[in-house]
């Protein structure tokens, strides 16, 4: 009779203890949903997949009509400790040429598996949203939580850029700015991220601005113990998927002859031209440039 009684005591002891472990697992708290600020955010899937070099995020507001106001910043981590985040340079919606509700940030997934990615979008009058999406990086595709179909965007931008026949979405530049230039008849440089999203090579091969008398494509080397700039006679060569870096002391956009000189807070129009017939007119800043006394350093 006793050993009965320990016996249920027992398992009863059990039931309490696997019943008190089930209450108290961790239980996935459901999305939040989006604050009421007025803004759809999302991330376009990249057609690159894990080897994509950049991001593009799309602004509207609840009517689907493009946010072309903002700065936007983007972090990524992954959903566990262990890795440093990935974070881009915010950038503006025309940074890439057009302004169109989509900003293109550069970013590189440099792990496997489950990430969260965290925009934050500043608008012209100081308001800021913030959006935290889920995104699974495998070998074969990346998926991101909200994200239209790929298939979509192709088709919104062939609608957007090809308009005038030659502005389809070919290549994408981001964080563009000029050196600033104190004299007329001086030269100045041009820096900027340049992306390769298609599955072929693309070649900038020149360019033109009211600025300046003559465009080159520059790179900087060391020659017998001296740093020299020569053009790129042939062009600068994207190959496919990949971004190449135009800045200080390396790859450059040369403005030769300038019409007048460059302060900080000028602003002028490059356009760009590539192999592929694809022309970008973008608007370019005068911006304080590490190491620069103002003169001819590129």
Known sequence: MAKAVL???????????????????????PSAPPPDDGLVITILTPAAGKE??????????????????????????????????????AVTDDADGVADGRYT?????????????????????????????NAQVR??????EGAPAVAAHDEHAEDEHAHDGKHAE?????????????LVGGNSAVYFLLHNPTDEPVTLIGGSTPAA?????????MQD????????????????????????????????????????????????????????VTQVPVKPIEGSTGGHRH
Do not use: Y
Not at 12 to 21: K, N
Not at 214 to 219: D, F, K
């Open 170 to 182: 070919v290549v994408h530049i981001h964080d563009v700015r000029a050196r600033p230039a104190p």
């Open 225 to 280: 113990g001296v740093m020299r700039m020569r053009e790129l006679a042939d062009g600068l060569t994207v190959a496919a998927g990949e971004t190449v870096a135009l800045e200080p002391g390396g790859l450059h956009v040369m403005l030769i002859d300038l019409v007048k000189a460059l302060e900080v807070g000028d602003e002028l129009e490059l356009t760009l031209v590539f192999d592929t017939g694809e022309e970008i």
């Open 52 to 89: 994509t070099a950049t991001l593009v995020v799309q602004v509207t507001d609840r009517d689907g009509a493009p946010v072309t106001d903002a700065t936007v910043a983007l972090e990524g981590d992954m959903n566990h400790a262990g890795m440093v985040p990935v974070i881009a340079d």
């Open 213 to 221: 008398a003559r465009v080159e494509i520059h790179e900087t080397v």
């Open 105 to 133: 940030l550069p970013f590189r997934f440099t792990m496997l598996g489950d990430w969260i990615l965290t925009v934050t979008v500043t608008r012209d009058d100081g308001s800021t949203a913030t959006r935290t999406i």
């Open 139 to 144: 070998d074969d595709a990346v998926a991101i």
């Open 7 to 29: 016996w249920r005591a027992a398992l009863l002891g059990l039931g309490l203890a696997l019943f008190t472990a089930a209450c108290a697992a961790p239980v996935a708290a």
